[in-house]
């Protein structure tokens, strides 16, 4: 068990509030800075087909100016592939994108996709980049994720974080056998989506789960009390669930 769990926060959002209205506030940059001195372990950052929150220029301001990792989410597309291979950020992990949703709605089919991936996949990991699949906890598609050569996983936990009672509980398990096939795999796993302080501790708590990945509820909680608290907060709930499992 890795007891160190990476903190990677998704900063998307503080673009779609400068997007909102123009210019330049607020700075996601200046947002990526202030993660990594409340305790991120990594940077992540969605450029979407329709730009509607990080831009290209956001992306080529984080990959010169940010120290930390720069973990670049993106579809599979040949647009997506020529940004990657022009910034090389450190990861990169592959979304399913649909023009019209409002938020990514569920995991990767990389069994129905297998070829195309398994092509992709190739071109990034050959430009440097650590390749991950955003999917759902189903065993087939991490044996698919496998296959296609990608080293790491991140499994979709917006149904976890959406589910009550007793579904919630199923959900986990969900969440905890996809974990256990990541090991008897082979695959690095992380974890990410819907994540706050009221779902984290489960998950956190997954003992072979590296990372996880937070982004929009942090925003939303920094307007009550600053990015900082939020981000510490979240930082010191996933070290108790770590020290917790370890005890």
Do not use: W
Not at 149 to 171: I, K, M, N, S, W
Not at 180 to 189: D, I, R, V
């Amino acid at each position: 068990m890795n007891n160190r769990l990476r903190l990677g926060v998704n900063i998307d959002h503080v673009a779609t509030i400068r997007n909102a209205r123009g210019g330049r506030h607020p700075d996601p940059v200046k947002a990526a800075r202030l993660a990594a001195a409340a305790g991120a372990d990594g940077i992540t950052a969605h450029l979407r087909e329709d730009r509607r929150h990080i831009s290209d220029d956001d992306i080529q301001r984080l990959a010169a100016e940010i120290e930390l990792p720069l973990n670049l989410e993106m579809a599979a597309t040949g647009e997506m592939l020529e940004v990657a291979l022009r910034h090389q950020p450190h990861a990169v992990c592959i979304v399913p994108e649909k023009r019209q949703e409002v938020t990514t709605e569920g995991g990767l089919d990389v069994v129905g996709a297998q070829a195309h991936l398994e092509a992709y996949v190739g071109r990034l990991s050959q430009a440097g980049c650590r390749v991950s699949l955003f999917i759902d906890p189903e065993r087939h598609q991490l044996i698919a994720a496998k296959s296609v050569g990608a080293p790491v996983v991140e499994l979709h936990t917006g149904a976890f974080c959406d589910a009550e009672g007793a579904a919630r509980e199923r959900e986990l398990e969900r969440l905890r056998e996809g974990a256990a096939t990541c090991l008897e795999l082979g695959l690095e796993c992380h974890a990410g989506h819907g994540l706050s302080f009221d779902s984290v501790l489960d998950v956190a708590a997954i003992p072979n789960v590296v990372e996880l990945n937070i982004g929009h509820f942090l925003v939303g909680e920094a307007i009550f009390g600053g990015l900082d608290s939020s981000i510490r907060r979240m930082r010191a709930l996933m070290d108790q669930a770590r020290t917790e499992l370890s005890a």
